[in-house]
């Protein structure tokens, strides 16, 4: 089974900045994409970031310029760098991995999610 492990997560003052990172476990042949949900209390989930395996990323508008996206193929590791950090960003953050290919089918995996708030 492929499970997706987080970190990362925190409290952090406004201007601040954290690095999630999220690592792919299991029987994996590979993962063409990997990316970062999150949803605030209220809210529906929304896309932060993705980045494929070729390295193509995309990210919400509301992020762009102050967090990237990056991946480690090898190791099956996404990170989040969070930096300019603002009260609108406190959220739970998802890791999501798809399509995933094992041995015995494509799928999609979401990690547990890790809660991220942005607080003075």
């Known amino acids: 089974q492929v499970q997706l492990v987080e970190s990362g997560g925190g409290l952090v003052q406004p201007g601040g900045s954290l690095r999630l990172s999220c690592a792919a476990t299991g029987s994996i042949f590979s993962i063409r994409g990997m990316g970062w949900y999150r949803q605030a209390p209220g809210k529906q989930r929304e896309l932060v970031a993705t980045?494929?395996?070729?390295?193509?990323?995309n990210y919400a508008d509301s992020v762009r310029g102050r967090f990237t996206i990056s991946r480690d193929n090898a190791k099956n590791i996404v990170y989040l760098q969070m930096n300019s950090l603002k009260p609108e960003d406190t959220a739970v953050y998802y890791c999501?991995?798809?399509?995933?290919?094992?041995?015995?089918?494509?799928?999609?995996?979401w990690g547990q999610g890790t809660q991220v708030t942005v607080s003075s």
């Open positions: 980045i494929s395996s070729g390295g193509s990323t």
């Open positions: 999501y991995a798809g399509p995933v290919l094992t041995i015995q089918h494509w799928d999609e995996f």
